[in-house]
């Protein structure tokens, strides 16, 4: 049926309604008069033409041969009922106008029987064929969490869908339990993952608003924990911007975290900054944009965006334009380069910053690992430049963002980016008006390059999932933490610290992937069997990568801060005159294009640094 024709499909439907209305007519003359009722009533034929006339006008006028059997409704009942009525009133007459005895009884048995004939074989129709849709297609059992109403619609849209059955409502409202929604019963979520077992549903579909976050991280866990596939359903907001994408969403990057959000809202943020004229170095990065964002509830005075890549600076400031149409945040956008002292003074001056945020780094380890040289020009000489130029503007307070990649690194990124810190904290030694403070970062979920994008590019594309170690693990945090973090340092420095966040354990890398590749309706493909859908592949560490991240040097140096999620770390500098010598070194390594030079000052002047690779493990 569902493979024919419309026009034949409509012509069925109507063939049937006729058919019933005629069936119903001959069941009401044998009830009420007798098999002999066409011999005693001569004009039954006329009985049976305006019926079948007026009936097929009465089908046609109400639309009744467009109801699709599969979303029969109680708006399409009540559109048979209306032609039933009007077909009733139409042999009434012609039973008065031809005599016919028992007129009200033959009027309304028919009427009964011609609207329970046609609903009926509707309900007839609809159960034969989910009978034989079970049969000709294996359908995966699925469960809704939530029955309200997005719950309600999901579970009618797949019922009628070749690939899903749902066999069960869970929903946390007491009052539905025990109850049956279109068939399909609604259960208490209490013992949620053993009646999922017990009935071999193999996958949990989460319906819930979007106030209800907590509810569906905690379900998730719970899920991810038993290993069940589970979803979560579009909001209508995403739908509407076309953030649905045709299929169920996964969980943003706070489900997959492994732990709790950290709360990083606190008075002290919007006190130090209001008012004040910010500038943040690489604006058009994922840290610095999101940067931006969050200064503007901040209230300052100016945003000042230092961006050297014109169409990055493009994009925030198109973006910041929108946030700031209804709050009196100044937005000033400057072309230029961290290792440009003179537009970096020209800059400072113009606009009379007051706070620096320096968020502007080369920070993929194989990019910088394949191109050393500029990697250290930008991110060493880079920072070195702007710390002298804002402490001759004699800016107040000045953030470096850094990264854990900085800690014993294996990486010149990591080694850059350390020497950096080195750079900040011996400045601070000569400059007792202005505020240094680095933030280490663990790996950003959502940021650019991050894994979370890359393996959700890697499953759409139907995989593979490539992971570079099965042992790889990291420290995970989202932009918005990251962002918080920064603009917390700033308010908290006194001069040389560096601040980390409490990340809770580190994950191993491999299953995020699991994770995701759950979460996106699909299953992890076994190497052995060759059953699921998408491979994860091994492709060995990559230059400058290695096992174990470490947010500090030295665990005992940790001191506590006013937040107790963030803590500084206490760690060993180099003195003013190895820091001189150290930068002598780098800048002849970039002058005489020597990276075996460079490398050579980071294995010196950087703890623990080395750069051989840790071997892929059998």
Same mark, same amino acid.
């Given at each position: ?86 077909? !009733? ?51 995966? %059992? ?43 019963? #609604? ?32 379900? #998730? ?80 005075? @100016? ?75 930008? &991110? ?22 850094? %990264? ?30 202005? @505020? ?49 973090? #920064? ?15 409490? !990340? ?56 506590? %801060?006013?937040?107790? @999620? ?19 070194? #780098? ?6 294009? &020597? ?24």
């Amino acid at each position: 049926m569902t493979s024919l024709p419309v026009h034949v499909v409509r012509a069925v439907l109507m063939a049937n309604d006729v058919g019933v209305l005629f069936a119903a007519l001959t069941m009401t003359h044998i009830l009420l008069f007798g098999a002999d009722f066409p011999a005693s009533y001569p004009g039954m034929f006329w009985l049976y033409l305006v019926v079948g006339l007026f009936g097929l006008a009465m089908i046609t006028g109400f639309r009744l041969q467009r109801i699709k059997l599969v979303m029969l409704n109680s708006g399409d009942v009540l559109n048979i009922a209306k032609a039933n009525l009007a077909i !009733m009133l139409s042999l009434m007459i012609v039973s008065l106008g031809l005599g016919v005895p028992h007129m009200l009884a033959n009027t309304l048995t028919f009427g009964v029987f011609s609207f329970a004939g046609m609903v009926g074989t509707r309900a007839i129709a609809v159960s034969v064929f989910g009978h034989l849709r079970e049969h000709l297609h294996k359908r995966q %059992t699925v469960a809704v969490f939530g029955a309200g109403p997005a719950g309600v619609q999901l579970a009618s849209a797949l019922s009628q869908s070749s690939d899903m059955r749902p066999v069960a409502f869970f929903d946390d409202n007491p009052t539905m339990h025990g109850m049956e929604i279109g068939g399909i019963p #609604v259960c208490s979520p209490k013992d949620l993952i053993a009646d999922m077992f017990r009935q071999s549903i193999s996958k949990l579909i989460i319906a819930l608003p979007d106030s209800a976050k907590a509810r569906q991280k905690a379900i #998730v866990d719970m899920c991810l924990r038993a290993d069940i596939d589970v979803q979560i359903l579009p909001s209508f907001i995403d739908l509407l911007a076309d953030r649905g994408n045709e299929k169920l969403r996964t969980v943003d990057p706070h489900d997959i975290l492994g732990r709790d959000k950290v709360d990083l809202e606190t008075p002290e943020v919007a006190k130090s900054y209001a008012g004040r004229v910010v500038m943040v170095t690489g604006a058009g990065g994922s840290i610095g944009s999101e940067l931006c964002r969050q200064l503007i509830a901040c209230r300052p005075a @100016k945003i000042v965006l230092f961006e050297q890549s014109e169409y990055n600076l493009y994009m925030a400031d198109l973006d910041l334009a929108k946030r700031t149409q209804s709050c009196a945040v100044e937005i000033c956008s400057r072309l230029g380069s961290v290792t440009d002292p003179m537009r970096l003074r020209q800059v400072m001056a113009e606009e009379k910053v007051e706070i620096i945020l320096h968020a502007a780094a080369y920070k993929h380890v194989p990019l910088v690992e394949g191109n050393e040289l500029e990697g250290a020009r930008n &991110n060493i000489l880079g920072t070195k430049i702007l710390a002298d130029a804002a402490v001759s503007a004699g800016i107040e307070r000045f953030i470096l963002v850094s %990264t854990d990649k900085a800690v014993r690194p294996t990486s010149v990124m990591g080694a850059t980016k350390r020497l950096a810190e080195l750079i900040v904290q011996d400045v601070q030694t000569r400059a007792p008006d202005t @505020k240094f403070a680095m933030v280490r970062f663990g790996n950003v979920l959502g940021s650019s390059g991050s894994v979370l994008p890359l393996f959700q590019a890697q499953i759409e594309a139907g995989g593979p999932v490539t992971v570079t170690h099965p042992e790889m693990n990291r420290y995970f945090m989202t932009v918005s933490e990251a962002a918080r973090l #920064v603009l917390l340092a700033g308010a908290y420095a006194e001069g040389g610290d560096v601040f980390v966040l409490d !990340m809770g354990k580190p994950q191993k890398i491999i299953n995020i992937a699991r994770k995701l590749i759950r979460l996106s309706g699909r299953r992890v493909k076994d190497p052995v069997t060759g059953e699921g859908d998408i491979e994860i592949k091994i492709t060995g560490l990559r230059p400058g990568e290695k096992l174990f991240e470490e947010l500090f040097v030295d665990e005992d140096s940790l001191c506590k %801060t006013p937040h107790p @999620k963030i803590l500084r770390a206490e760690e060993a500098r180099l003195s003013e005159i190895q820091i001189a010598g150290m930068l002598r070194e #780098v800048q002849v390594a970039i002058d005489t294009a &020597n990276p075996q030079k460079l490398r050579k000052v980071a294995m010196e002047r950087v703890d623990g640094y080395q750069s051989e690779q840790i071997p892929l493990k059998a």
